[in-house]
């Protein structure tokens, strides 16, 4: 069983502290255990059952009206909901049920119901990313339940490697990109995810995956006459400067388009001729030429 402090109970549900106080004081659904230190925690089953709640409340619920509601009816009200164009809360919240208990059936099950609803694309840009965002996973440092983030992250990016498998008959332009992530940047599922579009889209992708050295990354470039590359960075363990890292990369391959994207871009300063900063989904889209 696993413990969850206020803190954490508010990034999960998207319900600041204050206001989780105050339904203590007031409602009896939310009462949290004590440990001998007279602090407070949740438990599993707390959690789960607040993330239901908190999703009512989202939707339009008054707290009263919730508090007045049996466990059964709670459930029912969540399972009976109607997810609203572009609202995508009831997703969120049912993969973090599925990810607390480590039900990988289950996890499937309602990641592929999603994806029957809304489309692939659409469940890992506005569901997926989301999702790990919520419990803390994809760009925090500070990870609330490090085990879900590993569980979760490895059935995503399975998903994302089968669909991407499926692209068998697209026409390939004459546009060859290589894509990695530099040497200790371990968050692999945003680049997948790109190289399932740009493949969508007709180029010629050279996926290398997460963690890689520029001497990898030189001998492909060359052995496959690659034309450009894309580069994604989250958290820079490189060793480097982030503008010393993509001055090094920019001069080891001046005849090449360099593309760079994530959070671990947004405080470069200087620009290269040959690179191209996409700080945004937007402008990654739209370099890819996709709408999701």
């Not at 440990?35 to 438990?43: G, I, L, M, P, T």
């Not at 049920?97 to 506005?126: C, K, M, P, W, Y």
Request: hydrophobic letters at 40%; a positive charge.
């Amino acid at each position: 069983m696993q413990q969850f402090t206020i803190s954490d109970i508010e990034q999960l549900t998207g319900i600041k502290a204050h206001t989780l106080r105050i339904w203590e004081q007031r409602y009896d659904f939310f009462k949290p255990k004590r440990k001998e230190s007279r602090h407070r925690f949740y438990d599993n089953e707390d959690l789960k059952r607040l993330l239901r709640i908190a999703f009512l409340y989202h939707s339009g619920y008054k707290v009263s009206k919730i508090n007045a509601l049996s466990e059964n009816e709670i459930n029912e009200a969540v399972r009976t909901a109607t997810v609203a164009d572009g609202k995508y809360g009831l997703h969120i919240v049912q993969l973090i049920e599925r990810a607390i208990d480590f039900d990988e059936q289950r996890f499937v099950q309602q990641l592929n119901s999603v994806i029957d609803t809304i489309g692939f694309e659409r469940t890992i840009l506005h569901v997926c990313y989301p999702f790990l965002i919520r419990v803390g996973l994809l760009w925090s440092a500070n990870n609330l339940i490090p085990a879900q983030e590993h569980f979760s992250t490895y059935l995503i990016q399975r998903k994302i490697i089968a669909e991407t498998d499926r692209l068998t008959n697209v026409p390939l332009s004459n546009k060859a990109i290589v894509l990695f992530t530099p040497k200790g940047e371990q968050h692999e599922m945003p680049l997948l995810f790109i190289n399932y579009l740009l493949k969508k889209t007709g180029w010629q992708t050279i996926y290398l995956g997460a963690s890689q050295s520029l001497e990898t990354l030189k001998y492909i470039v060359e052995a496959r006459n690659a034309t450009h590359i894309y580069l994604h960075l989250l958290t820079n363990l490189s060793g480097f400067e982030v503008d010393d890292l993509l001055e090094k990369i920019c001069t080891t391959f001046p005849k090449q388009k360099v593309f760079a994207s994530g959070t671990g871009i947004y405080h470069a300063q200087r620009n290269f001729l040959n690179l191209i900063y996409l700080k945004s989904d937007e402008e990654i889209k739209k370099f890819i030429g996709v709408t999701i």
